[in-house]
């Protein structure tokens, strides 16, 4: 940062906006430095597409009508990307702090941007930033995909139709809600294995012990998990017993906000 000399002969403090450029471009060089992450995320995004035409050549294939007619047709868009997109940008968001605690180079970070909420509020800007529009483009290469293999069976739905577009855009935005729980995790825990572990639980863990729950407590609980609430957003047509989709994207955003609130107090409360 640099600072320009005050009459009385003090270096002047950097604006707000200045500050918060520094921190966003600090953590925008830690991102993209890393080549590992190009490779990860190409992968993740080669193999989301490949699960994705399998998915569909497999229902479009299938000569019965699909159960669910429309409401399936366009969850079926997003079954490889829940998992194949989702797990590897959120094992990445996990490492932009654990990688840091495990090199010390959170050290340097912190002596270089000594408000620790910026840091977090840095971190969580520039993960948050990437994984949303990997997540929107991923979402629509996977529903034009899948649309387009199961029209030739007139069983594909179009993005002109009520409710698609905003389907699309919220399956976006499910990668970026996980990548910030995960990142607030990785804040938390410092561990990588062990930030990974609860990430995926968050994630996964939760829906999947719901699922294993007599009736009415798998929809009772697992409304508030991000899988549940994710299904609801998704859908054309929302599933009764669980939140509509207005409260389930609440649900999608207060899982992230509540781990980067977390993460800022644990992180402004305990030494590096």
């Known amino acids: 940062m640099t600072a320009v000399a005050s009459r009385t002969g003090q270096p002047a403090v950097p604006s707000l906006a200045a500050r918060a450029r520094d921190v966003l471009a600090f953590e925008w060089v830690k991102l ?80 270089a941007v000594p408000r620790r909420w910026a840091v977090l509020a840095g971190k969580a800007a520039v993960t948050g930033g990437a994984a949303l529009v990997a997540g929107e483009v991923l979402a629509f290469i996977c529903f034009f995909l899948t649309q387009a293999m199961l029209s030739g069976r007139h069983r594909g739905v179009s993005l002109a139709q009520p409710g698609v577009p905003g389907a699309v855009l919220a399956a976006g935005f499910v990668l970026c809600a996980c990548a910030l729980t995960a990142l607030g995790l990785g804040a938390i825990i410092r561990r990588t294995p062990g930030a990974i572990t609860a990430a995926l639980a968050a994630i996964y863990g939760l829906a999947a012990l719901c699922l294993v729950l007599p009736a009415p407590w798998k929809y009772d609980v697992g409304r508030f998990t991000m899988p549940f609430a994710a299904f609801q957003v998704v859908a054309m047509h929302p599933q009764p017993g669980l939140l509509s989709p207005a409260l389930s994207m609440l649900v999608l955003v207060a899982w992230p906000a509540a781990a980067l609130l977390a993460a800022g107090l644990v992180i402004s409360s305990r030494d590096a």
């Open 32 to 111: 993209r430095s890393a080549r590992s992450n190009y490779v990860t995320l190409l992968i993740a995004a080669v193999v989301t597409i490949a699960v994705t035409a399998l998915v569909a050549h497999t229902f479009a294939s299938t000569r019965a009508s699909l159960p669910g007619g429309a409401n399936t047709a366009l969850a079926t868009s997003f079954l490889g990307y829940a998992e194949y997109g989702v797990i590897p940008v959120s094992v990445l968001a996990v490492l932009q702090f654990t990688s840091e605690y495990t090199t010390g180079l959170i050290r340097t970070t912190f002596c």
